[in-house]
């Protein structure tokens, strides 16, 4: 399995990015992926999740401002972020949770760093 994150990088407050996450190795078609974030010295937290079917789920701190999406056919999950924050800076990973299956394993991409500053 591999997640491989990208889109990061250096954005003024009010700004806007979108990361992307390649994923390999498993059924894309059939699960759920996830974003989180870990901000400087905090815990790892969920930002957003998406079913394989489409249903998203947000964390309330950027509700309305993020939007999660997938490609299937490019076996991409998408973070679009608008209105950025300096309290969004934070190292952003996707990940997908395979542990329902025999042998299998949670997995996380290596992350892309967001910083928001002026």
């Known amino acids: 399995v591999q997640l491989q994150a990208s889109g990061g990088g250096l954005v003024q407050p009010g700004g806007s990015l979108r990361l992307s996450c390649a994923a390999s190795?498993?059924?894309?078609?059939?699960?759920?992926l996830g974003w989180y974030r870990q901000a400087l010295g905090k815990q790892r937290e969920l930002v957003a999740d998406i079913t394989n079917n489409g249903r998203t789920n947000y964390a309330d701190s950027i509700k309305g401002r993020f939007t999660i999406s997938r490609d299937n056919a490019k076996n991409t999950v998408y973070l679009q972020m608008n209105s950025l924050k300096p309290e969004d800076t934070a190292v952003y990973y996707c990940?997908?949770?395979?542990?329902?299956?025999?042998?299998?394993?949670?997995?996380w991409g290596q992350g892309t760093q967001v910083t928001v500053s002026s």
């Open positions: 190795g498993f059924d894309f078609n059939r699960n759920a």
């Open positions: 990940n997908v949770d395979l542990r329902y299956i025999a042998g299998e394993s949670d997995y």
